[in-house]
């Protein structure tokens, strides 16, 4: 039995989800992991599932609500603990448990304290005491993390930055995309054509259409690319197709679909996707920047990899991993994929080229970029009526959804979305 495992087995009841929390937040924060890659090895050992969910909620309040937890944390301290302290983690997982999962306070601290056996205890012990004493809260609208609202305050401005800490209060509506016009599908606001927006927190295998595969859950703001590609007239390449949504909605629009992804695993849930939807598409597990097709495609859509600080609201994990050097890095490598995306379009064919990224790098300067390279590609304007309600084209006719579109209905991800054409 690994190590591992006997702690686990060997911890009292609780404890063994706050373990795995711990792990997460240490993946995410200093190895710069995504939540959900980091899941299964943090949760090793774990075989009560209830105990895997609450590792991952714990994780992602407190990577939620990071700034607001580290500033309750200093102001009951003497000297700051250091950042990547192990109390200042253990603290930030008992006060996200006390203060936001409503775990009663003296279990919330007696599950964290054996994570710091031999450590400081007596110190975690004393500022959680502190601040409960206090009724400590956490004010109602969270802080990004500093390095993150400077950047988009410098990128977007003020008020983009004020938009984006209003989204993150609450959990965000769900989007689902319907197969058909007339679906089964439950009620809700429809934004666009095939769209029914329902409330956070939805019991989605529950929902009307879910086993008969009437729709999926997909942002609104992430339906857009496939919107601008409009219904099939031929082969359409997914590239980076997995989990799958764009492939979903590209194959009910009638295209013949290529899906290509470089992850299996990703793939699979692409597959499952598939065969509950009852649509099809042709799978290839490859590297893009080592993979070729044999024919040019009439369509190719790249949603290509990226820093994902436009879904900041469900993944709160990416507002702490996206740097500046990862946004770079996910630059470099979007020029690569999109230089050869566009070879592999017939002449007189369509690109979408789509991120989910509120970094200009990641968007609008990828595209300047690209058609400073390719006389051979231009600009096909979106126009109001192909883009969901109260998203209009920017002036040079590509697509930026932002944090400030559609807040009084639940908000939107952030894309960059642009529609080229090559040349015949
Ligand atoms: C933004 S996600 C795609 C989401 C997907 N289009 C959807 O709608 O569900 C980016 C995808 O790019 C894939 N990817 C990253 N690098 C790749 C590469 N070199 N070749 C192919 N796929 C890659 C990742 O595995 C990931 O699934």
Redesign the pocket.
């Known amino acids: 039995m690994a190590a591992s495992d006997k702690t686990l087995r060997d911890d009292p009841p609780g404890v063994p989800a706050r373990r795995a929390a711990l792990r997460l937040l240490d993946a995410v924060l200093r190895r710069g992991q995504p939540i959900e890659a980091a899941l299964h090895n943090a949760t090793q050992g774990i075989t009560h599932a209830p105990d895997r969910a609450l590792a991952h909620a714990l994780a992602a309040e407190v990577l939620r609500r990071l700034p607001d937890l580290d500033a309750l944390i200093d102001s009951a301290t003497r000297q700051p603990l250091p950042p990547d302290a192990k109390a200042r983690s253990v603290l930030r997982l008992a006060l996200a448990g006390a203060l936001q999962l409503r775990t009663p306070p003296h279990a919330a601290i007696a599950t964290v304290l054996p994570l710091v056996d031999g450590g400081p205890r007596k110190l975690v012990h004393g500022v959680f005491g502190t601040l409960m004493r206090a009724n400590a809260t956490l004010p109602a609208v969270p802080a990004l993390p500093a390095d993150v609202a400077d950047r988009w305050t410098a990128q977007w401005g003020e008020q983009l930055v004020a938009a984006a800490r209003g989204l993150i209060a609450a959990p965000p509506p769900l989007d689902l995309s319907l197969k058909q016009p007339l679906a089964d599908a439950p009620d809700g606001a429809s934004l666009a054509p095939g769209h029914r927006r329902i409330p956070a927190g939805s019991d989605i295998a529950a929902a009307d259409g879910f086993a008969t595969g009437d729709w999926w859950v997909?942002d609104l703001a992430?339906s857009i690319p496939v919107r601008l590609i409009g219904r099939g007239r031929g082969r359409a390449l997914?590239?980076?197709?997995?989990?799958?949504?764009?492939?979903l909605q590209l194959a009910a629009a009638g295209w013949a679909v290529t899906s290509?992804?470089?992850?299996a695993s990703?793939l699979a849930r692409?597959s499952e996707n598939l065969a509950r939807t009852g649509l099809s598409a042709e799978i290839v597990t490859?590297?893009?920047?080592a993979w070729s097709p044999d024919v040019p495609f009439d369509a190719v859509l790249l949603?290509?990899?990226?820093s994902?600080t436009g879904i900041f609201r469900r993944h709160p994990d990416v507002l702490h991993r996206a740097r500046p050097a990862f946004i770079a890095e996910m630059a470099e490598?979007q020029s690569r994929?999109l230089a050869r995306a566009a070879d592999w379009v017939r002449p007189g064919g369509t690109l979408v080229y789509a991120?989910?990224s509120l970094e200009p790098a990641e968007g609008e300067a990828q595209l300047a970029l690209f058609l400073a390279n390719r006389s051979d590609y231009r600009i096909v304007p979106a126009t109001t009526a192909e883009l969901p309600a109260g998203i209009v084209p920017g002036a040079d006719g590509t697509v930026r959804t932002l944090p400030t579109m559609l807040v009084e209905q639940g908000g939107v991800d952030g894309f960059f979305v642009a529609r080229l054409a090559r040349a015949d």
Do not use: F, N, V
């Open positions: 997909q992430a997914d590239l980076c197709a997995a989990p799958g949504g764009k492939t290509l992804d470089i992850s990703r692409l490859a590297d893009a920047l949603d290509a990899p990226c994902a490598l994929l991120t989910c």
